[in-house]
């Protein structure tokens, strides 16, 4: 099913999703109500999705990575941001929202909330199916299609409900929710990571396996970077509501840029026991996202800070090795002011 | 692809037949707990044994509830062929008690419905939309919760008149605030699941998840507590009834007999508080049956 897909209107070299500025403050309200301050959850980000690439999205908790997945689902309202889906502008003259979120689904981390508890396998995938206009039957009918999609025997688990049902079954049934309306894009927000390591490779080759068959295009976010590693194509690292570093999958995983990037690799477990760090690469929680610090937001965690760091916000320019890869440090750009600028790429 | 997850597939067709789960809804579930409980099951007895003896009263006695004759006051149980005696008129209890059960039940039970339907409405829409709506309906329904609710029904019953009908409105004011908010708070939990998320993300306008999603998961545990405010019900509207609040003579109703049998409780004490001890059955099974409902609720498969 690679050749045409008659929902391609950009042709392959455009952008399935291309997302500019976006920007989702949280109010904090005191007693009385008023807002005293905002907490910067997403704070003006912008990246491109390309058609069927899978794009890893990498962070600490709290860094932005699940907001970004609820304003891509428009399932809360952006403060500020523009959308461009397969080349058309959405709202204003162009796609409408809606259009977009039908375009867009998302399989979400605990697959038991996700699930509603008074709801079968069958009736929970029929019900977007209805939404969108389809009578009982053939809704019905088409949830049991997509259970044996997803390697569920419909036979066997279309009546059953939540309970009844395993973490891996259940994450399946998710899933087999959100292919069902047929989606370009699909938003794994942790899908996998509640699952024991058996299931969640059963269920990554599922996901394998129907992003070839359905033309999909995966936004893989996750804390456990080997897990990232093995399905994505390009990475983006978040840091407190910013972009930090982006780019293709085994260029960061080879020559991370950005301090922070570099930071959170060495955080990672090595398979070999003489390899493993004693000392915890970073310290000290992230700051407050809600009073965040000036220039990089970062510097205060970073072993490489200078004056400049707190100066200046570094943006998100591209290396000057690889246009592809992109990093937000003064590092890493020449003539930047800080003592190391353009040392790191030279020794890359 | 692999067509199962649990190699069940790989089983003779025996095997998995068995391994099949029955499907099993949640309300059948509670309905299985419910009778396997024997206190519940007392409790069902007792009540269905009650409403159905009101409803059948005029076969099953044959006594006139409104004939009274100043030759048989006060008759002790079992004289003269009145099986619970007589009242201070002369009128059979036996009969009274079963018609007094058809007032002191609808009144145990229609304000209870009456209000879960209302409050459970507004306490529904409060949580979902949340926000200002819930500001809205919630601050309103906390002016009503500062009265003590025996006060409120009495001081209602007492602005409308007396009667049933406005002891049944003035009950129903007053058990709207305290369902309103269990579904407020309850329809609050359950909206912050992940499944609504899912269902807003198909496009789902609000109503249609309301009823889809949110209904079934908020219906167990507000009827649970309504269920908890039938006997209260019963005990205020007899208390308003004793008053002089709610039914009035001759209108046969637990509240209002055991109102005009008190001057004979040191002449007949037994005949005088037969009707209380029909309240108490009745509320204490209501109490009963609503405590077994939440435990059987409780269990997670």
């Known amino acids: 099913m690679t050749g045409a897909d008659p929902r391609d209107r950009g042709g392959p070299q455009q952008p399935l999703l291309i997302v500019d500025g976006l920007k989702k403050y949280f109010p904090l309200r005191n007693a009385l109500g008023t807002v005293s301050a905002h907490v910067q959850a997403v704070d003006g980000i912008g990246f491109s999705i390309a058609k069927g690439e899978t ?77 969108i206009g389809k009578d009982t039957a053939t809704a019905e009918a088409e949830a049991r299609q997509t259970l044996r999609m997803v390697g569920l025997d419909p036979d066997l688990y279309a009546g059953r409900y939540p309970h009844e049902m395993s973490g891996g079954q259940r994450q399946r049934v998710n899933i087999a929710r959100g292919i069902a309306l047929n989606p370009r894009l699909l938003i794994l927000d942790e899908a996998v990571s509640a699952l024991d ?44 509501g910013k972009i930090v ?104 | 692809m692999s067509t199962s997850t649990t190699g069940l597939a790989a089983l003779p067709p025996a095997v998995r037949k068995v391994a099949r789960p029955p499907g099993r809804s949640f309300w059948m579930r ?13 409790c069902l007895v007792i009540l269905l044994a009650i409403a159905l003896s009101a409803i059948f009263a005029p076969w099953l006695v044959p006594a006139d509830p409104y004939k009274t004759s100043m030759l048989r006051r006060l008759l002790p149980p079992g004289e003269r062929g009145y099986l619970l005696g007589t009242d201070e008129l002369g009128r059979d209890m036996l009969t009274r008690l079963l018609y007094g059960g058809r007032v002191s039940l609808s009144m145990g039970l229609a304000p209870v419905v009456l209000a879960t339907l209302i409050g459970g409405a507004l306490g529904i829409i409060a949580g979902y939309f949340g926000r200002q709506v819930n500001m809205l309906i919630m601050r309103v329904i906390d002016v009503f919760y500062a009265f003590p609710s025996v006060l409120l029904a009495v001081a209602m019953a ?28 309850v329809t609050t939990q359950v909206r912050n699941q992940d499944f609504v998320e899912a269902a807003r993300a198909t496009g789902a306008g609000s109503w249609r998840i309301i009823v889809e999603h949110m209904l079934a998961n908020v219906t167990g545990p507000i009827l649970t507590y309504a269920s908890s405010l039938v006997s209260v019900s019963i005990i205020i509207a007899s208390g308003l009834s004793f008053l002089g609040l709610g039914a009035r003579p001759p209108i046969a109703d637990w509240g ?3 109102n005009t049998l008190r001057q004979a409780v040191y002449v007949a004490p037994l005949n005088a508080v037969l009707p209380g001890v029909m309240i108490f059955l009745t509320s204490v099974s209501f109490n009963l049956l609503s405590d077994s409902l939440r435990t059987a609720m409780d269990v997670r498969a």
């Not at chain 2, 509670?30 to 007392?42: E, K, P, Q, S, T």
């Not at chain 2, 002891?167 to 269990?182: G, H, K, N, Q």
């Open chain 1, 197 to 240: 390591k058996s299931v969640q490779a059963q269920v990554l080759n599922l996901l394998d396996d129907l992003k070839q068959r359905l033309n999909l295009t995966y936004l893989f976010i996750s804390h456990d970077l080997n897990v990232v590693h093995y399905v994505s194509d390009r990475v983006l690292v978040m840091y407190l």
């Open chain 2, 158 to 185: 007492g602005v409308l008149g007396a009667g049933i009908m406005n002891s049944l409105i003035s009950l129903t004011l007053v058990f709207i605030p305290p369902i309103a908010r269990v579904a407020e708070s």
């Open chain 2, 30 to 42: 509670l309905g299985r707990h419910l009778l396997r409980d024997r206190v519940a099951i007392v």
């Open chain 1, 55 to 131: 794009l890893g999205v990498v962070g600490e908790s709290g860094c932005g990575k699940s907001t970004t997945a609820r304003l891509l689902m428009q399932l809360i309202e952006p403060d500020a941001g523009s959308f461009v889906l397969d080349g058309d502008p959405v709202g204003r003259g162009g796609v409408t929202v809606r259009e977009l979120r039908r375009q867009v689904q998302m399989v979400f981390q605990d697959s038991y909330a996700s699930l509603n508890p008074r709801h079968t396998a069958a009736q929970e995938i029929a019900f977007g199916l209805r939404v």
């Open chain 1, 245 to 348: 570093e982006v780019g293709p999958v085994d260029r960061i995983w080879r020559e991370a840029a950005h301090p922070y990037t570099r930071a959170l690799f060495s955080s990672r477990l090595s398979m070999n026991p003489a390899l493993r760090v004693a000392a915890p690469p970073l310290s000290g929680d992230p700051p407050n996202p809600v009073r965040p610090p000036s220039g990089c937001r970062f510097r205060t965690r970073c072993t490489l800070a200078e004056d400049v760091c707190a100066a200046s916000e570094p943006a998100l320019i591209p290396s000057p090795l690889d246009a592809a890869h992109a990093v937000a440090c003064h590092i890493a750009r020449a003539g930047s002011g800080h003592s190391l600028a353009g040392a790191l790429a030279n020794a890359a």
């Open chain 2, 256 to 258: 209002l007999m055991l």
